[in-house]
């Protein structure tokens, strides 16, 4: 059983109707969005330590 009584197939067909409503790049550019305002979030409450603005060295 999967979320919420519905099935795994239904999640997947629910799934694929979306990406072809919306498109992958639409989607892909959402969640970038989505993670970037979590993130800002975050650090304005001081919650997130991972979050800096200096690059890593390799």
Do not use: Q
């Not at 694929?16 to 979030?41: S, Y």
């Amino acid at each position: 059983m999967g979320i919420g009584g519905f099935s795994t197939g239904k999640l997947l067909i629910i799934l694929l109707i979306v990406i072809m409503l919306f498109g992958t790049r639409r989607l892909k550019g959402l969640g970038a969005d989505l993670g970037e305002t979590i993130r800002g979030f975050r650090k304005s409450i001081g919650d997130d330590k991972s979050v800096t603005d200096e690059p890593k060295d390799t």
